[in-house]
């Protein structure tokens, strides 16, 4: 399959994507108005869908690497595309996100972010950002047991870029006494953060064994940054990312 055919199906992908978000998400809008579980099944109802399209037409798959989590936890995870975002709606039982601020406006996803739960974060101002995001997540503990998806590094990193990792799953952890669970991936190689080509390959869900206990909060984030970026290093060079020089 050359170049160009790639090309076309990646287009083609992207836009009955969005026609799929639409018409869906107008369709499940009522249901999900009043039920947050009719939330959830329409959101990973759309996941599925997302994924059989993604490997139809992109030849996209997936895996997964450890036992996927259940129960109240937190995960943090790497975060390179928006993919990553679907696969841990479509994998864990009830997924919810801290998520950046500006979502909570976007159309059809913003809606469902907040039906769910999500915790809104606006980006660049640390002094406030730890404790809306507690403040976000404290609204909604107790409801019922899920899995908050937190991407330490605050945005889409693609693969062979550095960036820091910020304090905010170490600080939801002590606070709220919840494990722990590291996850590494390869999402980006395949899905980039930016562009419309996708290309074809397995991208892989690691999910790691849970963060040691009564770590302080800068200790807690050089451990996390210590295992999930040599992880997710690897499984990029697994699907034959090789970083520029």
Not at 93 to 101: D, G, I, Q, T
Not at 214 to 222: M, R, V, Y
Request: glycine share 8%; proline share 7%; with cysteine.
């Amino acid at each position: 399959m050359g170049l160009i055919p790639q090309y076309i199906r990646s287009v083609l992908f992207i836009i009955l994507m969005y026609i799929w978000m639409l018409v869906l998400g107008v369709i499940g809008a009522i249901p999900a108005g009043l039920s947050r579980n009719w939330a959830y099944k329409i959101m990973k109802l759309f996941c599925a869908g997302v994924l059989w399209l993604a490997k139809v037409l992109c030849g996209i798959t997936y895996e997964t690497r450890g036992e996927v989590p259940t129960g109240d936890i937190v995960i943090a995870s790497k975060h390179q595309s928006f993919l990553d975002v679907i696969l841990h709606m479509y994998l864990l039982p009830r997924a919810n996100y801290v998520m950046k601020r500006e979502l909570k406006w976007a159309p059809i996803l913003g809606f469902y972010a907040m039906r769910i739960g999500a915790a809104p974060v606006k980006r660049g101002d640390k002094s406030k950002a730890v404790s809306q995001m507690m403040k976000g997540i404290e609204r909604k503990d107790g409801e019922a047991a899920s899995q908050l998806v937190i991407y330490p590094q605050g945005t889409r990193v693609p693969p062979g870029t550095y960036k820091p990792y910020k304090v905010g799953a170490a600080v939801i952890c002590e606070r709220m006494g919840k494990p722990c669970i590291p996850v590494a991936t390869n999402a980006g190689v395949m899905w980039p953060k930016r562009g419309f080509l996708r290309h074809p390959g397995v991208v892989v869900f690691e999910y790691m064994e849970p963060m040691p206990e009564g770590l302080k909060l800068e200790a807690f984030t050089k451990e996390l940054e210590a295992r999930i970026e040599p992880a997710s290093v690897r499984l990029a060079a697994e699907a034959g990312f090789e970083p520029k020089e």
